[in-house]
Nanobody, 125 residues
Framework: QVQLVESGGGLVQAGGSLRLSCAAS????????MGWFRQAPGKEREFVAG????????RYADSVKGRFTISRDNAKNTVYLQMNSLKPEDTAVYYC??????????????????WGQGTQVTVAS
C-alpha cells in the first residue's frame, strides 16, 4: 500500500511562488505515473499536471502552462510542483496521485489509484 503525503502549501500573495512536495511511503513510486490535481470550494477536482515514471513526459492544464512545473526525484520517492506567478484563482486544495501505469501522465482521475490527503494553497490578491 502506498501512502502519499503532500506538503508545502500555504498563504502567498498574488505573483508569488510555492513548491509543493508529495512524498511516498510504503513502496517506491519509480514505476508510477504521477499527477497533481486541485479542488477549489464548490468546484470539481481538476487536473493540474502529470509526469510519467522517468519524467520524460509531462502534461499541464492550460490554466497553469508556463507557470507551473512538475518534476520528480525517484531516488527520494518524491514528486514536486513548482508554482510561480500564482493567481487568486489558483487557490485550492492540491492533491497528488499515483497511477498504476508508469507511462501515464494524463488528466483522467480514474487512472490514478492512490491519493494524498491534500495541502491547502491560498493566493491573496
Amino acid at each position: 500500500q502506498v501512502q502519499l503525503v503532500e506538503s508545502g502549501g500555504g498563504l502567498v500573495q498574488a505573483g508569488g511562488s510555492l513548491r509543493l512536495s508529495c512524498a511516498a511511503s510504503g513502496r517506491t513510486l519509480s514505476s508510477n505515473g504521477m499527477g497533481w490535481f486541485r479542488q477549489a470550494p464548490g468546484k470539481e477536482r481538476e487536473f493540474v499536471a502529470g509526469i510519467n515514471w522517468r519524467g520524460g513526459s509531462t502534461r499541464y492544464a492550460d490554466s497553469v502552462k508556463g507557470r507551473f512545473t512538475i518534476s520528480r526525484d525517484n531516488a527520494k520517492n518524491t514528486v514536486y510542483l513548482q508554482m510561480n506567478s500564482l493567481k487568486p484563482e489558483d487557490t485550492a486544495v492540491y492533491y497528488c496521485a499515483a497511477a498504476p501505469s508508469r507511462w501515464y501522465s494524463g488528466a483522467n482521475p480514474l487512472e490514478y489509484d492512490y491519493w494524498g490527503q491534500g495541502t491547502q494553497v491560498t493566493v491573496a490578491s
